[in-house]
């Protein structure tokens, strides 16, 4: 199994490469054409390389990382509920629940 998915992920990887260094012939040919600075291609050739790896490392890392089980999830969501701080109001005039209480009288203030 851990064969395939490293076969896989070089063959991702080694797809990746090929149309970023397309996209970066082209666009420094078209920056040199317009008249922009050797500096300006340098500058767009390594920003590039610095996002297409930051990519690469995302796309093997996001692939290397298990699953979640979906029973992990539902136990996560009835542990949450399990910890919440208030009884749910569904019924209010169930038995066993008390009465909200009445509003009292105003107090005296000192005016």
Do not use: W, Y
Not at 17 to 32: N, Q
């Amino acid at each position: 199994m851990s064969g395939s998915i490293s076969n896989r992920l070089r063959a991702g990887v080694a797809r990746l490469p090929r149309p970023v260094g397309i996209l970066l012939f082209l666009l420094t040919e078209v920056l040199l054409a317009e008249g922009g600075s050797l500096s300006a291609a340098v500058a767009l050739a390594a920003t590039a390389a610095a996002g297409s790896a930051l990519v690469a490392c995302s796309v093997i890392s996001a692939r290397c990382a298990a699953p979640v089980p979906r029973t992990r999830v539902r136990t996560a969501m009835r542990d949450r509920e399990k910890r919440t701080a208030f009884l749910s109001q569904r019924d209010p005039d169930a038995k066993g629940r008390r009465r909200p209480r009445a509003p009292g009288h105003a107090l005296l203030t000192a005016a």
